[in-house]
T-cell receptor, first 113, second 113 residues
Framework: DTEVTQTPKHLVMGMTNKKSLKCEQH?????MYWYKQKAKKPPELMFV???????INESVPSRFSPECPNSSLLNLHLHALQPEDSALYLC????????????FGPGTRLLVL | KQEVTQIPAALSVPEGENLVLNCSFT??????LQWFRQDPGKGLTSLLL?????REQTSGRLNASLDKSSGRSTLYIAASQPGDSATYLC????????????FGKGTLLTVNP
């Protein structure tokens, strides 16, 4: 099973809402990633978790809060977002944070009104 | 700071044609290079990963080459099919002990029947 799943597929939220994006993998991977992708742009790295610990935070605003409850799950908690945060949010995993192939999920399409 | 450039930005070819997509990177101190495919509004699918010590990798009709010293990679697609239509992204792994992927902006490929 080389699948990374993400829920929900689509999300519409107001600027005062609190919501969460979820990502799951059952490949035994110990590195998990959140990326943000705007239309017609490449993915931009947001966070990396390695062995359930935050390894990289690419200076992401605090209105995005990642969480890794266990080795299979990765959440992204959203609060007080801005319309410019509307994007495709992609989750990925790899065996370790050692430059191996990253497997991507289908993404969550987020619209902030 | 690593920068990845992909040329051309868009390419339209008739079915059956062989084609080459180009990728260049500014810092040759890479760990490896990965080619992805992305269909509209979807996640990324890994196509090929080339280790920095390798010169090329092949998978079916795809062949990727790497010239680390000159900072270039090419993705060769043989006998193109309409189903190959997608955006192709090149990404390099680089950076200290915490490897990160830096993406190019992609090449939008359209294969016309």
């Amino acid at each position: 099973d080389t699948e990374v799943t993400q829920t929900p597929k689509h999300l519409v939220m107001g600027m005062t809402n609190k919501k969460s994006l979820k990502c799951e993998q059952h490949m035994g991977h110990r590195a998990m990633y959140w990326y943000k992708q705007k239309a017609k742009k490449p993915p931009e790295l947001m966070f990396v978790y390695s062995y359930e610990k935050l390894s990289i935070n690419e200076s992401v605003p605090s209105r995005f809060s990642p969480e890794c409850p266990n080795s299979s799950l990765l959440n992204l908690h959203l609060h007080a977002l801005q319309p410019e945060d509307s994007a495709l949010y992609l989750c990925a995993s790899s065996p370790s944070q050692g430059g191996e192939t990253q497997y991507f999920g289908p993404g969550t399409r987020l619209l902030v009104l | 700071k690593q920068e990845v450039t992909q040329i051309p930005a868009a390419l339209s070819v008739p079915e059956g044609e062989n084609l080459v997509l180009n990728c260049s990177f500014t810092d040759s101190a890479i760990y490896n290079l990965q080619w992805f495919r992305q269909d509209p509004g979807k996640g990324l699918t890994s196509l090929l990963l080339i280790q920095s010590s390798q010169r090329e990798q092949t998978s079916g009709r795809l062949n990727a080459s790497l010239d680390k010293s000159s900072g270039r990679s090419t993705l060769y697609i043989a006998a193109s099919q309409p189903g190959d239509s997608a955006t192709y992204l090149c990404a390099v792994y680089s950076g200290g002990s915490n490897y990160k992927l830096t993406f190019g902006k992609g090449t939008l490929l359209t294969v016309n029947p």
